[in-house]
């Protein structure tokens, strides 16, 4: 009997998974559960679409012993861990309420009813431990088992007479709680996915700020105005689909365009309440209604709204509004959006004071901030190359050269091996841009093996090279020597960056490769670490230093 129950629930809470799939699929149901910041009218909408759920398991359930083999917890429950208590309440009453009026006086109908109410609640009240768990599914599995469990306690507690509650539960119990607690976690599974596709749109929406940026250089780099704003705007709005783009700064609209614009005008005062209320704060805001926005125009058509600030270092110059025309419209990706524009706009606007960046702003700040490259490195470039435009404009231009060689290499992030003679190429570009800084201090020599074949990590020597510079011969006065030396050693390639410097003290060689050891050792431990993932422990980086006489850097690249 328990196993034909079994098979009749499991078809049953099979129907309910098949809505639980179309509902993923529809668009206002992924943006109700993915909101950020969710509303009584979206508690409302939540708890009508579960609480209907709900009542479709009550009407596909299997009539037995005067009572209903059910699914109609899967709705509530899932309603409860989806939009908290207040939605898990609201779903409880709608579908418990159903239950109780169907089958007034009926044998289990007011301790359905009661359980069902206190699943949804129940679930409400786990919402924020299931948001913290890393184990979602099986949070939701085993909840969801153990509310099924409280709903035989209820019925054996209220159904009268307790004979007939305890026959029914032995027959409904095992079947209701295994099928309905596999049927809360595939549910929450499939909302799941709804997240996971909404973090794939984030991506793509990063992304996109990317191009954005690169697109808006040649205009921001001549400063934040009224026509660097239009033109900015009008890309971003040709390639998203916001219907209103605009930017201000502390004082008046210099830029709108999409809907609104017809009032929204540039060059006259700031129209909304929220743009000042952000600018003052210097925090984002998202609006989702007319009122939230506060324009003084009576037939805006502006309802939704992410507005952030532009920043000039720690100043606040302006802000970047993105508007819909629909209210609760805006979304966490095209809040994402907003402000990973802002920062990469704050960003171009305060590089705009560096003199001679037309090349390097275009193919190397917008990457760097992307890689996370050390900026004080293209700013020592930049300022050299400003230095030499005046004095040796034939050097400066192979300088501006050997940074754009240098850069693309950086950002080519999808390559896992390169040519052990392209990343000496890349190693060139780097040393003759400290060699323009730092002159007759720095001597650099290679002795490369010709016809070696090695393939190598991307990236794995310039860490070297940088740190033998900077933290060996730089360290001295008058300077010193590095030798970058490639050879064949039998079991593979074996490449030694060797300098002159001012050597390590023993103490700190003991544990550079340990966290928080020192700041110059970070770049050697990510090496290390790089070499030993790859091929593992007996391929790690080997130091050797001795103070004021040098360091020894070595690796071995196998043969496979």
């Known amino acids: 009997m328990l196993v034909i129950v079994l098979k009749n629930l499991a078809s049953r809470v099979g129907i309910i998974l098949v809505l639980a799939l179309f509902l993923s699929k529809v668009g206002l149901f992924r943006k109700l559960v993915s909101k950020r910041n969710i509303n009584l009218q979206d508690n409302i909408f939540l708890s009508i679409i579960f609480g209907l ?22 709705g509530v429950f899932v309603g409860g861990l989806l939009g908290g208590p207040l939605v898990g309440f609201l779903s409880g009453i709608i579908a418990g309420g159903h239950r109780f009026l169907i089958d007034i006086g009926g044998f289990t109908a007011l301790a359905c009813s009661l359980s069902t109410l206190t699943e949804g609640v129940m679930a409400g009240l786990l919402k924020r431990k299931f948001e913290n768990s ?9 909840s969801g088992a153990f509310a099924e469990v409280i709903q035989m306690i209820i019925i054996l507690l209220v159904a009268k007479p307790f004979p007939a509650a305890v026959e029914l539960v032995k027959v409904i119990g095992i079947p209701m709680i295994v099928a309905n607690g596999i049927g809360i976690a595939v549910f ?40 660097t704003a239009r033109d900015t705007a009008h890309i971003i709005k040709i390639m998203t689909n916001i219907e209103a783009v605009a930017f201000t700064d502390t004082e008046q609209i210099l ?37 939230e926005i506060g324009c003084d125009f009576h037939y805006c058509p502006l309802k939704s709204a992410i507005i952030v600030p532009i920043k000039e270092e720690d100043k606040i110059i302006g802000t970047l509004k993105l508007y819909k025309s629909k209210e609760n419209s805006i979304t966490k990706v095209e809040t994402e959006l907003a402000l990973g524009l802002a920062q990469i ?52 231009r192979k300088l501006l050269l050997h940074l754009g060689h240098y850069f693309r290499k950086n950002f080519d992030q999808n390559i896992d091996e390169v040519d052990l003679y392209q990343e000496i190429e890349h190693i060139n570009s780097y040393i003759e841009i400290e060699k323009a800084r ?69 103490d700190k060689l003991e544990c550079l490769f340990e966290d928080g050891c020192t700041k110059e050792g970070i770049g050697l431990k990510n090496v290390n670490e790089r070499l030993i993932n790859k091929y593992g422990s007996e391929y790690g980086l080997r130091l050797e230093s001795e103070v004021d006489r040098g360091t020894i850097a070595t690796m071995v690249i196998p043969k496979y």
């Open 53 to 74: 759920i709900g009542i479709i398991g009550t009407y596909t359930g299997i009539h037995l012993q005067g009572a209903i083999v059910n699914s109609r917890v899967i």
């Open 134 to 142: 890393p184990y979602k599914i099986s949070f939701a599995l085993i």
């Open 188 to 227: 929450m599974a499939i909302t799941d996915s709804i997240f996971k596709e909404i973090e794939n749109e984030a991506v793509y929406q990063a992304q996109l700020a990317l191009k954005i940026a690169d697109r808006t250089l040649a205009y921001f780099r001549k400063g934040f105005n009224e026509d």
């Open 255 to 291: 830029a709108h365009v999409g809907i609104g614009e017809d009032h929204h005008l540039p060059g006259s005062i700031i129209k909304t309440n929220l743009t000042r209320e952000a600018l003052q704060s210097k925090k984002y805001i998202v609006a989702n209604t007319e009122e």
């Open 345 to 396: 706009f704050s960003t171009q606007i305060e590089l705009s004071k560096i003199d001679y960046q037309r090349e390097l702003l275009a193919r190397s700040e917008l990457k760097a901030l992307q890689a996370q490259i050390n900026p004080h490195f293209l700013f020592n470039a930049i300022n050299t190359i400003v230095n030499l435009t005046r004095t040796k404009p034939d050097e400066a």
């Open 438 to 506: 730092f002159g007759d201090k720095l001597e650099i020599e290679f002795d490369i093996e010709e016809g070696i074949d090695c393939k190598l990590p991307p990236l794995i020597l310039q860490p070297l090279v940088e740190n033998a510079i900077k933290h060996g011969v730089l360290g001295k006065i008058e300077g010193g020597k590095v030798e970058i030396i490639a050879r064949e050693n039998g079991i593979g390639t074996e490449l030694i960056v060797r300098d002159n410097g001012v050597g390590i003290p023993r």
